[in-house]
């Protein structure tokens, strides 16, 4: 069975850290590129950012580069999103997505920055 399962999320203070990960099982992982997206509440849900299959090539949205960090262990059949000085906007449900040929999406999680 193809499962992505997020965690990590949870609320925090504008400044603070929290660190998403992604967990994959029922198919070959290391071959897909994968993702992180987020949805505000009224909003489209857009690309935070992406991680190639080898991991040596990221891309992030202008919105948090500088501040967000994808990785990925391939042998963990995990990826991973470090996020820094969070801001109240990044408050989203957060999704990761694994492309291929198809492309699977977990069920999100919650973060929330507010003071």
């Known amino acids: 069975q193809v499962q992505l399962v997020e965690s990590g999320g949870g609320l925090v203070q504008p400044g603070g850290s929290l660190t998403l990960s992604c967990v994959a099982s029922g198919f070959t992982f290391s071959t897909y590129t994968v993702s992180w997206y987020r949805q505000a509440p009224g909003k489209e849900r857009e690309l935070v950012a992406t991680i190639l299959r080898i991991g040596d090539i990221t891309n992030y949205a202008d919105s948090v580069k500088g501040r967000f960090t994808i990785s990925r262990d391939n042998a963990k059949n995990t990826v991973y999103l470090q996020m820094n000085s969070l801001k109240p906007e990044d408050t989203a449900v957060y999704y990761c997505?694994?492309?291929?040929?198809?492309?699977?999406w977990g069920q999100g999680t919650q973060v929330t920055v507010s003071s």
């Open positions: 997505k694994a492309s291929l040929s198809r492309s699977y």
